[in-house]
């Protein structure tokens, strides 16, 4: 055997030292669950912790130092190392968690590696990585909504690329996709399809190229739009018009609490506590998967009472029952046009129903702390908009501001007043 060169065994000494990863915490092992998954925190100069469960095989929940957490599976699958992410905490339940682990485990015995659908397709389109992403990940996990966006997304700007082989996309080919959308279809929507994209090629464990840098995003500013007072007057006349009195109750409804439209309409009556003028609204329906508890003004009760009073012999759990597969009523596109006609006021949208109560609260005095849990914000951020239109710091409260859009709605206009 001929002796090892002296260069080669002094290279660790003239190699300059590597620098070295932060080092991932002591694997844990505990029972998993809601209290002990939330209070774990990540020791400083860690990445991550990784916690096993005491009661489910390969079952384990992964916290990094930003305060992500996860649920994973790990394992061996054919005597060989495997790994699968099962679903971020809280949207997946501990219990679900452990018996999607289970099924993977029983898999597992069976040689099936828990990533085999996205191993089949690195040699795919990017229509067939849309179309398990669709199935296995939209639909089942996103919100509604938000499913629904994905779907458009796709098939009006992305779907013409869908024949290109996914693992072949390069740099230039996304920066070109971006361009094109932004032109044919506005800035935002480029954004929101390249960001989908993004989502769809890294949960596909497929090549992606839309790294940090490489696309020049287009600037959003945030919507700003909210009712004067001369409009507002208009409004609440067109609403108390309508002829279809379950769009004006909603229409009020939307506006005198600010909730968003989606939780409008699927508003239950189990969720709503008359008697404390509360309605919470659970975390399976909230935005942010949150439990958002809203306050309710005496104009909204005597809307409920009058509803609740009207559907005693239809046995329905919704406020706003329909004749459709949800339930419930859907979003009352056609009515809300007709209404804005009638208030002159087309440039307004559901959304910003949303915004003026907030605007008029802020302006009325509120603080930026009571806007944002009277809108149900679980973030300053979100509330951080309207600081520049804050007065003062004297609340008179949510019951004032709504008042206040009453009274403008039964006030003279401008032009009326003039004569």
Known sequence: ??????????LPQLLPDRPKRTPRSETL?????????????VPAGRRDVLIYDTLTPHLAVLITAKGHRAFYWYGRVSNRPAKSCIGKFPEWSVDRARRRASEITAEGHSGVHPNEDRRQLRGATLADAWNAFEADHVNPKLRPRTATTYADLWEYDLKPWGTRAAGTLTEADVIEMHRKITASNG????????????????????????RPGVIDWNEERPRERHLSTDEMHRLMRAIDKAQDRDIADFLKIALFTGARRSNVLAMEWKE??????RWQIPGAKAKGKIPVVLNL???IVEILHRRQKAQRRKNTPYVFPGAGDTGHMVEPKRAWTSIRKAAKITDVTLHDLRRTLASWMAQSGMTLLEIGKALGHTSPAATSRYAHLVVGTIAPGLNAVVDSMIAAGNAKPAKERRK
Do not use: G
């Open 1 to 10: 055997m001929e002796p090892i060169p002296n260069y080669v065994q002094r």
């Open 29 to 41: 092992r505990m029972q998993l669950n809601v209290a002990a998954i939330e209070a774990a925190q």
């Open 187 to 210: 800035p935002v929507t480029a954004n929101r399809a390249m960001a989908m994209l993004r989502k769809m090629l890294t949960w596909s464990r497929l090549p992606n190229p839309i």
């Open 272 to 277: 709503i506590d008359v008697a404390a003028k």
């Open 297 to 299: 003004s005496p104009a």
